[in-house]
């Protein structure tokens, strides 16, 4: 699949007659929200990990050094907490040219912390598109993170403002802070010691 997912995702949800949309946001749509929103809860959703997996060629690196920023990827039990905003649907043109980059909006439900559930969209890059980088070990992502700019910025920027959303959010996640540490630890900056406080995955 070609990673410029633009105009199949024009073509993917109908939203006529559609007043508001739940968005889960769980990487970089947490702590950079440059879209109106009509209300934003804290929200999980279940069977999926948050994982730096997805090359950046438009944001965070360039298509010949593509930078690393997040996907899901499915797990049986494991639960991602993130930001759930409702949106109108015509916020969508902006955010699918923003997530043009191997990213399809796919139906997730979002799990509230009352409980409540509402059916919403979420932005996935599986791994057939293009940009697809697929695992690596949590000290080369940092690395690979730590050598990466694009045109929204460094990509180190971007994995250390979304470990501060996070932990401002009470969200514990592995996978981020062992990578912060180590990116950390590779540019030279002393470590804040806390990684987190509550024990919910992703
Ligand atoms: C998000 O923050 O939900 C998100 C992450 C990567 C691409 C698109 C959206």
């Not at 959703?45 to 690196?61: A, C, K, V």
């Not at 059916?119 to 057939?128: E, K, M, Q, S, T």
């Not at 010691?193 to 024990?199: L, M």
Request: hydrophobic share 40%; charged share 20%.
């Amino acid at each position: 699949m070609s990673h410029n997912t633009v105009a199949a995702n024009r073509h993917r949800h109908n939203f006529a007659n559609v007043e508001s949309v739940w968005l889960f946001g769980y990487g970089s749509l947490i702590y950079k929200v440059d879209f109106p929103y009509l209300e934003k809860r804290p929200a999980a959703i279940y069977g999926w990990l948050r994982r730096f997996w997805q090359g950046s060629h438009d944001h965070r690196g360039t298509p010949t050094a593509p930078g690393r920023v997040l996907t899901l990827v499915a797990q049986a039990g494991a639960r991602c907490s993130g930001m759930a905003y409702r949106v109108s649907p015509e916020v969508f043109a902006q955010l699918d040219e923003r997530e043009k980059n191997g990213y399809l909006r796919e139906d997730i439900t979002l799990h509230f912390d009352d409980g409540q559930q509402q059916p919403g969209l979420v932005y996935f890059a599986n791994a057939d598109n293009d940009a697809y980088l697929g695992p690596a070990s949590e000290r080369d992502i940092a690395a690979h993170i730590a050598a990466s700019s694009g045109p929204s910025g460094s990509n180190r920027d971007y994995l250390l403002q979304l470990a501060e959303a996070l932990r401002a959010m009470q969200v514990f996640d592995e996978h981020v802070f062992l990578i912060e540490q180590h990116l950390l630890r590779l540019i030279n900056k002393p470590t804040n010691g806390k990684a987190g406080q509550s024990s919910s995955a992703c």
